[in-house]
């Protein structure tokens, strides 16, 4: 298969820093869309897995599934999508298509799994899939996503991950008007949480350990801000949400959440706490309660959400980066140094 030399950006060990990369990328297939990528987020995903903290990576390695740019080239049998047109791709960019999942619109939970946009096997060129740290990339058009030109796009690219992991829960537990709501942890995840389900009608509840942040929260669209660790405060809150996003991805006390929720409420995790988390049964029982998780969302959900976002003009706050700031970015990701996700601008790369 044809192919073409790109400038990336990735590690090629656990221990070394990011730097610049050549990697190569298929021509462009019947069905394939080119896109030169305008700005890639960075998810805390990237991070452990530049790292290999899931010990799955395989190496050299190119992060990033929060990808928007402009489309350069399209096969012969594309139809939706033209050159110069604005695209986005978020985490998968294939799956099997024929398992039940599949056939249903939920290609995030593809039986024998998606193929992920970076370090997933790639069945076009052999190795590893490299992800939107780079110049351009060439998918599938079914796994491409339209962007609208509304918005402010370094801002629209954490939608493709952050934005579509709180979307798909809260209309899956059919979050809307009439219902209290409660986001635990207020990070890249947890921003989107607010300012989506807010836009769904909810009465929005934000959970934090962080004084610090109460003001953030409001300014988000809370429209109330317990203290987690204000055992007085989540008594007051027992026993009243219908439903909880939790996206804390430290331990956290699952129990003490539990209990502020009604009885069949329902407390869906997105956050991906590395160590199990003890849940006392009786929290569950008394009260029919529901302890959930949920992985972002399929091709179509996560185009709802891009066309929701637009219509409710919601955008992720970002800090816009060049390429070679990325490690010091990791590291101020781990402190939870940002406001709440950083963006490369990938004009920066060349």
């Known amino acids: 298969m044809e192919t073409k030399s790109i400038k990336a950006f990735g590690t090629e060990a656990a221990e070394a820093p990011l730097k ?19 700005y890639c987020g960075i998810c805390h995903s990237d991070l452990h897995s530049a790292r290999n903290e899931w ?4 190496y050299p390695i190119v992060p990033g599934h929060e990808i928007v740019g402009r489309v350069t080239k399209v096969g012969e049998h594309v139809k939706g999508f033209k050159v110069g047109q604005l695209a986005g791709v978020g985490c998968m960019v294939d ?27 790639d069945e076009h060129l052999g190795g590893q899939t490299f992800g939107g740290y780079s110049q351009s990339i060439v998918v599938d058009e079914n796994f491409v996503l339209h962007i609208s030109d509304k918005l402010e796009l370094s801002a629209v690219a954490p939608l493709l991950c952050a934005g579509i992991t709180t979307y798909s829960p809260l209309k899956h537990w059919k979050v809307g008007p009439g219902q209290k709501v409660g986001i635990v942890g207020i990070g890249g995840l947890g921003h989107m949480g607010i300012k989506l389900a807010k836009a769904m009608g909810a009465h929005v509840v934000v959970l934090t350990t962080s004084m610090s942040k109460f003001e953030d929260a409001k300014r988000l669209g809370a429209d109330e801000v317990i203290l987690s660790t204000d055992p007085e405060q989540m008594a007051k809150h027992a026993k009243s949400m219908n439903f909880i996003l939790d996206c804390v991805s430290a331990e956290h006390n699952i129990d003490s959440y539990l209990n502020l929720l009604k009885v069949d409420g329902t407390l869906t995790l997105v956050g991906a706490p590395m160590d199990p988390l003890p849940v006392t049964s009786f929290s569950l029982i008394l009260g029919r309660r529901s302890f959930a998780g949920s992985a972002i969302g399929g091709i179509a959900e996560t185009q709802e959400m891009l066309d929701f976002c637009a219509e409710h003009n919601i955008t992720a706050d970002v800090e816009v980066i060049g390429v070679n700031d990325v490690n010091d970015a990791y590291e101020r990701l781990l402190k939870g140094d940002i406001k709440y996700r950083f963006v490369i601008d990938m004009a920066s790369l060349k």
């Open 20 to 38: 610049t990369l050549d990697i190569k990328r298929r021509a462009v297939q019947a069905h394939d869309v080119e896109i030169e990528i305008l």
């Open 55 to 58: 010990h799955g990576t395989i």
């Open 95 to 121: 799956s099997c298509r024929e398992c039940e999942q599949c056939k249903e619109g939920l290609e995030q939970y593809c039986d024998p799994g998606s193929i992920l946009t970076f370090n997933s096997p």
